[in-house]
């Protein structure tokens, strides 16, 4: 199990079109309810989210916004296929 901190530390620095695109990238392999929530904020972002899915995102959702880098030790949008801090172009 992955340390979560890290990459909710990593996810929270993202601009809100980073988090929009990571959204993107994630939404068809999520499960419920974190893909539901992800369509929703999608849809609308402006929408607040209810406590409940407030914690599912926080918890679940926000975490899963980025990946490890594999050559080097920082993260990056999840589903990009760059990563800007050593500027290795992943396969699409």
Same mark, same amino acid.
């Given at each position: 199990?992955?340390?979560?901190?890290?990459?909710?530390?990593?996810? !929270?620095? =993202?601009? +809100?079109? *980073? /988090?929009?695109?990571?959204?993107?990238?994630?939404?068809?392999?999520?499960? %419920?309810?974190?893909?539901?929530?992800?369509?929703?904020?999608?849809?609308?972002?402006? !929408?607040? =989210?209810? +406590?409940? *899915? /407030?914690?599912?995102?926080?918890?679940?959702?926000?975490?899963?916004?980025? %990946?490890?880098?594999?050559?080097?030790?920082?993260?990056?949008?999840?589903?990009?296929?760059?990563?800007?801090?050593?500027?290795?172009?992943?396969?699409?």
């Amino acid at each position: 199990m992955k340390d979560t901190a890290e990459f909710e530390k990593a996810a !929270k620095q =993202l601009c +809100p079109e *980073q /988090q929009q695109e990571a959204m993107r990238n994630l939404v068809d392999m999520a499960d %419920e309810p974190e893909a539901g929530i992800m369509r929703q904020l999608l849809a609308e972002p402006q !929408k607040p =989210l209810s +406590p409940k *899915q /407030q914690n599912v995102f926080d918890k679940h959702i926000l975490p899963s916004m980025v %990946e490890r880098c594999s050559t080097c030790p920082g993260f990056s949008l999840a589903g990009a296929a760059y990563c800007e801090t050593c500027a290795v172009e992943y396969g699409s």
